[in-house]
């Protein structure tokens, strides 16, 4: 099975740089047009958060348009920029979101891996938490299929990376989540986008990815938490690869401009 990660769009958003501007909608489309060249295909893509900048409803609009294009099926969850109701409204469609107004969590039992995605934000803020309630729903999913090997994915890391700017805004009550992930042995891998950059970590068990963006990246600024700025390094994405028997092999692949 292969499965795409791909995180961090920010559709609606325009950069200027030295070599112009970039606009963050044209570079989703450059990026899903790659991802349909690959061979072999994909057999999913996750799409784990800030999918829009301002949660507006023609960036939604956009963003529906340019996954039509996608040649398997896409999952979504929230990031801090994305607003759950539009979500909802926007891919209603996806009947695998639930539609109860609640977190906008869900498990895909349809392919060789179980995925479960989880949602981290807090509206109208810009970290994270995985709260008791969370965390019991997530437990109670883990429960349920115990043999089944299963990738988790959600927008915020639940861990410090070193970058102050983030470690600030990372997704709250991370111990008691990976305490939750260290009983669960079935995890193959805990895949987050939010940071703008690759990063992997052994965590509670299991080993936890932070994905960079198909758009524009933040430094590696491990100091000077109030000034950072994007940067224009590589567009990426994450694909990874599980075969029974191996595992889960993990691939950082670039997109061309």
């Not at 801090?80 to 909802?88: I, K, L, V």
């Not at 995605?117 to 115990?146: H, K, S, Y």
């Not at 939010?194 to 960079?212: D, E, K, N």
Request: hydrophobic content about 40%; some cysteine; charged content about 20%.
């Amino acid at each position: 099975m292969i499965i795409v990660q791909i995180t961090d769009f920010h559709v609606g958003r325009r950069l200027e740089g030295p070599e112009g501007v970039l606009d963050t909608f044209e570079q989703l489309e450059r990026a899903i047009a790659q991802l349909n060249a690959l061979d072999p295909a994909p057999d999913v893509v996750l799409a784990t958060g800030d999918l829009t900048n301002g949660a507006k409803p023609e960036d939604y609009a956009r963003l529906k348009t340019a996954f039509a294009a996608l040649r398997c099926p896409v999952y979504v969850i929230p990031g801090n920029h994305d607003d759950r109701a539009r979500m909802r409204a926007t891919f209603g469609d996806h009947d695998y979101l639930p539609g109860d107004g609640g977190f906008l969590h869900y498990v895909i039992e349809d392919h060789p891996l179980r995925l479960i995605g989880l949602d981290t934000i807090i509206p109208g803020q810009v970290g994270g938490i995985m709260c008791q309630d969370r965390l019991d729903w997530f437990e109670a999913r883990l429960a349920e299929a115990p043999d089944r090997p299963t990738v988790v994915f959600m927008h915020h890391p639940p861990f410090e990376t070193g970058i102050p700017f983030f470690d600030e805004i990372r997704c709250g009550n991370g111990a008691a989540m990976g305490a939750v992930v260290a009983r669960h042995p079935q995890i193959e891998a805990v895949l987050c986008g939010h940071v703008h950059r690759a990063i992997s970590l052994r965590w509670h068990g299991t080993v936890i990815h932070v994905t960079p963006s198909p758009a524009y990246q933040y430094p590696l600024q491990l100091s000077d938490p109030e000034n950072i700025q994007p940067v224009l390094e590589p567009p990426a994405y994450r694909l990874c690869l599980w075969t029974p028997g191996v595992g889960l092999v993990s691939h950082l692949g670039f997109f061309s401009s």
